[in-house]
């Protein structure tokens, strides 16, 4: 890889998410070498993929520079690289573009989409987990559109015009929020010539409540929101199969479709070497102590998303959120420099921030510590804390002055189809 050799310990980061990003910075002026591996050569601000699918956004703004975060830092270095597996004994990384020793080795690979075991469920449907998903979904929902004009099938038509959303979580709240939005401003506009008052959107929950981890008043004021906007919302009712044109439950209720979004949960992304029974957890998550070291190693972190954390309040493990991932990888790297100063490491503890989402225009909720609270200045700290937390100046002007006109205009200008998406359906 190029990487020069130094007397500084070095430490490997894998990912270059929140967690992985907070740790680089954290270690970026210490007497330590650090090398990040990811696939990408970028950092996607994930809370705002549906906005890239909904044509809110383009991708570039919500995506920045791996390089160029870290390039005043002379012991940062960046290799785009797709991790194959990790060799524990022997303190080396092997990656498709050769392998890589370590002193010391972070796992930050954050998550991936946990279509639990069913393996025609994610074939056929769209998950929006990375930017290039999201394009690809936002491909389709236009094309839909597209074909929608040109059928003559009431049926093939309403099942292009029909959006089935399974998971009631903040990413299919915000997702269908803006699915409906696009519904009412948009589409008659733009398809003038076909009724888009017959287009759906439904959100499948499986439990009794949507935005389960927030409180009941988020909940029930979400869901009041979305019924506002014609949202359809099932609640108590699990899809068991989906075969890109008909989406079946464990009830007799059933749906045509031609899209199917699947945000339903997500699993820890772990890499070969460090998967076997004695390190994973519920969630295909990395057990991990207070110190984020993974079970049996003592130069082996992991952080964010792929780390599990049991606490008396999260038994399960941290929430797989932006806010533990970052605090994780800060105190982790003032815990690595302790490490190699040979002093003790801190206990990592939690500060619960709090949650929020949004639903639409003027419409979020917002739980923090202290205050509940809900609609039009829920939206407005909405979009403070999402500005605040973007990285980089223009990223952040791009997005606000987008939400602005879109906000005036009741517009969405990056409805484009640039590059054309087509499912292929199991046979």
Not at 120 to 139: T, V
Request: glycine content about 8%.
């Amino acid at each position: 890889m190029n990487i020069p050799k130094t007397s500084y310990p070095r430490v490997v980061i894998i990912g270059g998410g929140f967690a992985g990003i907070s740790l680089a910075k954290k270690l970026s002026k210490q007497e330590v070498q650090v090398v990040l591996l990811d696939k990408n050569n970028y950092h996607t601000f994930q809370p705002l993929l549906y906005q890239v699918s909904t044509g809110g956004l383009e991708p570039d703004s919500i995506a920045y520079p791996i390089r160029k975060i870290l390039k005043d830092f002379p012991n940062f270095h960046f290799r785009l690289a797709n991790v194959e597996e990790i060799d524990p004994v022997k303190n080396k990384v092997l990656t498709d573009i050769g392998p890589l020793k370590f002193d010391y080795l972070v796992v930050a690979s954050g998550a991936e989409t946990n279509y639990f075991g069913n393996s025609e469920i994610e074939k056929n449907s769209m998950a929006m987990k990375s930017i290039p998903e999201s394009l690809n979904l936002r491909s389709l929902i236009l094309e839909n559109f597209e074909e929608a004009l040109l059928t003559s099938d009431l049926n093939e038509r309403n099942a292009l015009m029909n959006f089935v959303i399974v998971g009631g979580g903040p990413t299919g709240v915000e997702l269908a929020g803006a699915l409906a939005e696009i519904k009412k401003g948009i589409l008659p506009k733009d398809y003038p010539d076909l009724d888009t008052r017959l287009a759906q959107i439904h959100i499948i929950q499986s439990s009794d409540c949507i935005l389960k981890g927030m409180s009941d008043k988020a909940s029930a004021k979400a869901e009041d929101f979305l019924e506002k906007l014609g949202v359809n919302i099932w609640k108590n009712i699990r899809v068991t199969n989906y075969d890109g044109k008909l989406v079946t439950t464990n009830t007799d209720l059933t749906f045509e479709t031609a899209t199917l979004v699947w945000a339903a949960g997500v699993k820890g992304a772990t890499i070969k070497g460090l998967n076997a029974g004695d390190f994973i957890t519920k969630g295909n998550r990395l057990f991990v102590d207070k110190f984020n070291q993974v079970k049996g190693f003592s130069n082996i972190f992991a952080v964010g998303d792929v780390a599990c954390m049991t606490t008396d309040e999260f038994p399960n493990g941290l929430p797989m959120m932006a806010q533990p991932a970052m605090q994780q990888g800060k105190q982790l790297g003032e815990n690595m420099v302790r490490l190699i100063e040979n002093k003790p490491m801190i206990p990592f503890e939690y500060n619960d921030r709090g949650a929020m989402a949004t639903i639409g225009r003027n419409k979020a909720v917002v739980d923090l510590p202290r205050f509940k609270f809900q609609g039009v200045f829920a939206w407005y700290v909405w979009m403070f804390v999402h500005l605040f937390f973007l990285i980089g100046f223009r990223n952040r002007m791009v997005v606000f002055i987008n939400w602005v006109y879109n906000y005036v205009r009741f517009d969405r200008e990056a409805r484009l189809i640039i590059r054309p998406f087509k499912k292929k359906l199991k046979s």
